[in-house]
């Protein structure tokens, strides 16, 4: 809701700019963008392999 120049400025350059390498003649929004889609993917599958780890162990190992 807040939003501050500084502050963003802040956060493009040293997120985008210094720790993802985006580099300065590139669109930072589009550029991040990407890199968050990944990010997001790459959470998404390790949650559904937690998922169905966890109910194969529930299923093998419950006893009745």
């Known amino acids: 809701m807040w939003r501050s120049g500084v502050a963003d400025d802040i956060e493009d350059t040293i997120l985008c700019r210094f720790l993802w390498h985006i580099p300065m003649e590139a669109d930072v929004r589009e550029e991040a963008n990407k890199i968050l889609d990944f990010a997001s993917s790459l959470c998404r599958d390790y949650v559904d392999?937690?998922?169905?780890l966890t109910f194969r162990?529930?299923?093998?190992?419950?006893t009745a």
């Open 49 to 52: 392999v937690t998922g169905e």
């Open 57 to 62: 162990f529930m299923r093998d190992t419950a």
